[in-house]
Nanobody, 117 residues
Framework: QVQLVESGGGLVQPGGSLRLSCAAS????????MGWYRQAPGKERELVATNTVSGTTNYADSVKGRFTISRDNAKIHLQMNSLKPEDTAVYYCNALLGLGRYQQEYWGQGTQVTVSS
């Protein structure tokens, strides 16, 4: 049973910082990619940042220069600086895990980030 457990969300003022973390646990052979997505009320889920097994990172244009994704074994972090009200959303951890013959995508339960004064 694979689980992705997120932590670090909360309420922050505009211009502030938050650090999200996500830990993958359970039975899997490899981590092929991990990343963060977000979904604001009334909007579709969108990519925030991803990190592949080769170390390649990819960011949404809206967060470039403000957010940094990093990975430490089976944990992934998202350092969010200079936060804006439009960053308010539920942030979801995503992982593409190798299970031997095939790979499977998993999602965390989501953590709320609210940027407001």
């Amino acid at each position: 049973q694979v689980q992705l457990v997120e932590s670090g969300g909360g309420l922050v003022q505009p211009g502030g910082s938050l650090r999200l973390s996500c830990a993958a646990s359970g039975s899997f052979v490899s981590i092929n990619a991990m990343g963060w997505y977000r979904q604001a009320p009334g909007k579709e889920r969108e990519l925030v940042a991803t990190n592949t097994v080769s170390g390649t990172t990819n960011y949404a244009d809206s967060v470039k220069g403000r957010f940094t994704i990093s990975r430490d074994n089976a944990k992934i972090h998202l350092q969010m600086n200079s936060l804006k009200p439009e960053d308010t959303a539920v942030y979801y951890c995503n992982a593409l895990l190798g299970l031997g013959r095939y790979q499977q995508e998993y999602w965390g339960q989501g953590t709320q980030v609210t940027v407001s004064s």
